[in-house]
């Protein structure tokens, strides 16, 4: 790779430094990240109760609305799901409100199927799209098992998060969650379609290099759209221009004066995003089944109370 050119002389060459420069407007955007009328807000209320649908059976009490602050709660918070319940509870009768409440049964069931469309506002005009993926666990007792009957040689079963990142608002424009036997490129169609603005750069990993994953890149995000994706290191001359010259400047002066050239140093911000993500919510699902786009809201909402500014120390 080719962060790991210089690998060899890291003790040699001095590490950079920041400082925060706005840190009194970041640190009350941090106290804001627990402040309860952030997540749960009152303005709100008006669509707690879901509307009544002419049809037999029984109906349901509560909104999408109300399902998705619960899980926010719970994804922010590391509730339990009875603990979400309780919390909920607890704010609806300190606020002296009449709401129902949704119990553990319903916020599981409506988990799994409920759709959420993120949070994120992409600036006018062409903006970058940093894509990415990474790997989470599914919360269980496997390793209990394992050890007390002695199971070996099974696998663990994991998911894998993609997330579409816009590096200039911060924030994840396009999350998707798939199980392990999903590659990268596959995963692309249903990541491209939540884009609701227009990209001018797509930067990804070498994961994503090859002819069909480039022209299901320009058919979605359209023809003009310029790919930043590292070609491997035994990659060979094909129709695409763009790749092409990116062989060539690779060939002539390496991999790093590349990198300078065409900004993929900002791939480093989408792993950056990912680091974010598992350090607020954590390496692992809480549920099996339950999509990831709760915890995709909850990071952009964070980013819209407040981002450090850096610069560097000289």
């Known amino acids: ?33 627990g402040d309860v009328t952030v997540w749960f807000d009152l303005d709100a209320v008006s669509g707690w109760r879901a ?14 609305l109300a399902i998705e602050i619960c899980l926010a709660l719970r994804a922010v918070f590391g509730l339990a799901l009875r603990q979400v319940q309780g ?17 553990v049964s319903t916020l599981c069931r409506r988990s799994a199927l409920l ?18 993926s990474t790997g989470l666990q599914i919360h269980g007792g496997r390793d ?15 998911r894998k998060l993609h997330i579409g990142f816009d590096p200039d608002a911060g924030e994840i424009v396009a999350p998707s969650l798939t199980d392990e036997h999903v590659s990268d490129p596959a995963a692309l169609p249903e990541l491209l ?17 090859g002819a069909p994953t480039a022209e299901k890149i320009r058919e979605v995000l359209g023809p003009d759209v310029e790919l930043i994706i590292p070609p491997p290191r035994n990659a060979v001359m094909g129709d695409c221009k763009e790749r ?8 002539d002066k390496g991999r ?9 140093a900002q791939r480093s911000r989408g792993e950056a995003q990912i680091a974010r993500f598992k350090q607020v919510i954590g390496p692992e699902l809480k549920g099996r089944r339950m999509e990831t786009q709760i915890t995709a809201v909850a990071l952009n909402r964070m980013a819209c109370l407040g981002r450090a500014t850096y610069e560097p120390v000289v």
């Open 144 to 158: 209990w098992m394992r050890e007390k009957h002695g199971i070996k040689n099974q696998r663990k079963t994991w």
């Open 51 to 64: 509307v009544g649908v002419r049809k037999r059976g029984g109906q349901r009490r509560h909104s999408d």
């Open 87 to 103: 919390f909920v509870r607890s704010l609806v009768r300190l606020a002296g409100l009449n709401l129902p409440v949704p119990d």
């Open 115 to 132: 759709k959420v469309t993120p949070d994120s506002r992409l600036k006018a005009g062409r903006v970058t799209l940093i894509v990415d």
């Open 193 to 209: 379609a939540q884009i609701a603005g227009k990209v001018g750069c797509f930067i990804a990993a070498g994961a994503y290099d």
């Open 256 to 264: 790093i004066s590349w990198q300078k050239a065409t900004g993929y």
């Open 244 to 251: 092409n010259t990116h062989i060539e400047m690779i060939t």
């Open 1 to 33: 790779m080719p962060f790991k050119h210089n690998a060899s002389r890291w003790h040699k060459i001095p590490k950079a430094k920041y400082r925060v420069t706005n840190w009194p407007e970041y640190n009350e955007a941090l106290l804001r990240h």
